[in-house]
């Protein structure tokens, strides 16, 4: 499938769709501070979106910036101008991400830290795999920690152990991260666990020390909306067991119907048989957390997960955009400026594809005159 040219696109559509500051986030950030020609915001960003929008590579995009007539530069001064320009794709990111509402005062206003991995295959065929570890702050979408690693091998994978956590880090994560190794790790870091409760990977006790009998406690939970809450302990080999909580709230019908039609869609296509207990397990949302109890009730943890999964909905789309293009691994500040592109595209889609369920058959908006 042959890849569309950013160039040839109707850019001042594009742009309506911008932050209405993004020219003066360019200046703010001093995105085009020591440039000593094409001293333009729009051209700037324009060949950006070259390189991370469709995901030509820096070579490739400086022919098409010069055949464009957008600009006239070397890789190299394209890539010095990417690491430049990481502010300010930052701050774009975060404009768009406040246009979508998707804001939330952390309680006692503590920092809330999102972590998330993906992985990346570089072009060609004999393209490597690599795998990113991310962490974005919540409510200001700093990335705070950012590194790549191999996709395979040991240490590599999904763990909380990939990033460093800081004390009173009040982290939140998927349910890849459900692991006792890296829960008691963060708590000797003295970072507190939000996570998407994974049945199979963990092994739970009651306060007693007998296992903790999750499906009994479950089938309690009957009405939509109704909350579940235990205390239970996390054991790991000869640590002491971990104090923690699972807070559970059953889904509505609707919703545990789609979660029932995509569980059986998959085993469909994997050719595996659908367990009745993973049927069960798909009717709730369960979160195992060592948040304080006293600052953080049950009802509160979950709606710190549901505000996660919104801002998951955009991880999703960034996850399919940034396998676009070569990243730029050897270079700290340029990968993260790379990735900022990648998410602005990312949640600039996801804009466009709101507002193309409510405009015109003709792609935008009329500006009609008041009557006289």
């Known amino acids: 499938m042959q890849t569309s040219n950013a160039a040839e696109e109707d850019w001042d559509l594009l742009v309506s769709f911008f932050p209405a500051n993004w020219r003066h986030l360019a200046r703010l950030s001093g995105a085009l501070k020591g440039l000593r020609q094409d001293k333009s915001e729009e051209n700037l960003l324009r060949v950006l979106m070259l390189h991370v929008g469709c995901g030509f590579s820096m070579r490739e995009t400086v022919v098409r910036a010069k055949q464009a ?10 890539f010095k101008r990417l690491r430049k320009s990481k502010d300010w794709l930052y701050r774009l990111c975060c404009a768009l991400f406040e246009e979508r509402g998707l804001r939330i005062q952390p309680p006692l206003n503590q920092r809330l830290r999102l972590l998330d991995s993906t992985q990346v295959k570089e072009p060609g065929k004999t393209g490597s795999l690599w795998r990113i570890h991310y962490s974005f702050q919540w409510p200001s979408l700093a990335c705070d920690y950012f ?9 590599t994978g999904e763990s909380l152990q990939q990033f460093p956590l800081n004390p009173q880090d009040y982290v939140l994560a998927d349910r890849g ?45 009957q009405r939509t909306g ?4 235990w205390r239970v302990l996390i054991p790991f080999e000869d640590s002491a067991p971990l104090p923690a909580r699972v807070c ?3 889904k509505s019908q609707s919703a545990i119907a789609l979660a029932h039609k995509k569980l059986r869609r998959r085993a469909s296509k994997t050719g595996t048989e659908l367990q009745p207990e993973t049927l069960f397990y798909a009717q709730f949302v369960m979160i195992l957390t060592t948040f304080p109890e006293r600052d953080f009730p049950a009802e509160l943890i979950l709606e710190c997960y549901r505000f996660r ?27 993260k400026a790379w990735l900022y592109g990648k998410l602005f595209v990312a949640l600039l889609t996801e ?9 015109s058959p003709w792609g935008y908006l009329l500006e009609v005159a008041p009557l006289s």
């Open 177 to 221: 991260y459900c692991r006792a190794n890296g829960i008691h790790f963060a708590t000797r870091s003295q970072a507190y666990v939000a996570i998407r409760l994974n049945q199979h990977g963990i092994r739970l006790q009651e306060e007693a020390g007998s296992e903790f009998q999750l499906a009994q406690r479950l089938q309690t939970i």
């Open 69 to 78: 007539q957008l600009a006239e530069l070397s890789a190299v001064a394209l």
């Open 351 to 359: 804009k466009l594809i709101h507002h193309a369920c409510a405009i």
């Open 226 to 229: 109704q909350i579940g809450r």
């Open 248 to 250: 559970v709230i059953r």
């Open 147 to 155: 590194k790549i690693t191999a996709a395979e091998g040991n240490g």
């Open 309 to 335: 999964w919104q801002s998951e909905l955009v991880f999703k789309r960034f996850k399919q955009i940034v396998q676009l293009g070569h990243l730029p691994k050897y270079d700290e500040e340029s990968a």
